[in-house]
């Protein structure tokens, strides 16, 4: 099963490569964010972007409020503790 997770961008750490941070319930990784990136949404402006991440990138931009529903949702069905213990092990 693919599982995207969502997640805020708390900094841009390489503009060029359109490389920033998120935080997913705590944990901080390192993602590409050339999926979320186009010409009306700078690099320069995701910072604060709820997210979804899945293998390393930010497949979409979602809303605060489902954002947290989705994560209440995965806590719930115990999936989102995987997936997180999957994210400290590999933070890059």
Known sequence: M???IPGQITEITDTEAMLARVDVSGVQR?????CIVDDAHPVSDCVGDWVLVH?????S????????KTLALLEELGEANDELAAM????Y
């Not at 390192?30 to 050339?34: C, F, G, K, R």
Request: hydrophobic content about 45%; glycine content about 8%.
């Open 2 to 4: 693919c599982l995207g």
């Open 30 to 34: 390192q993602v590409n964010i050339a």
């Open 61 to 68: 931009r979602i809303d605060e409020e489902e954002a947290h």
């Open 88 to 91: 400290q092990a590999n933070p």
């Open 55 to 59: 293998v390393g990138f930010a497949m």
